[in-house]
Nanobody, 113 residues
């Protein structure tokens, strides 16, 4: 059974940092990523990384967020620095496998002004 388990969300002041983690079990994924969904908005891609460490970022987070992975631990991380109030959202770990998309349960990130 495939599972993605996230951790690391919370409340932080603007300008602060948080680190999200997502550990996968049940399969190995060549691509893993993070999406977020703010209230009233569509879910959007934040960052993604391949097993060869090729990365892709949303323009809104470039230079502030860093995605990385530990293939030995089947874990992907999202280091979020210089957080802004507009980064407030539920963050979801994502991993595609064939035609299926696997999602974590989501972790709330709230950035206060």
């Amino acid at each position: 059974q495939v599972q993605l388990v996230e951790s690391g969300g919370g409340l932080v002041q603007a300008g602060g940092s948080l680190r999200l983690s997502c550990t996968a079990s049940g399969s190995i994924f060549s691509i893993m990523g993070w999406y977020r969904q703010a209230p009233g908005k569509q879910r959007e891609l934040v960052a993604a990384i391949t097993s060869r460490d090729t990365t892709n970022y949303a323009d809104s987070v470039k230079g502030r967020f860093t995605i990385s992975r530990d293939n030995g631990k089947n874990t992907v991380y999202l280091q979020m620095n210089s957080l802004k109030t507009e980064d407030t959202a539920v963050y979801y770990c994502n991993a595609p496998l064939g035609i299926r998309q696997y999602w974590g349960q989501g972790t709330q990130v709230t950035v206060s002004s």
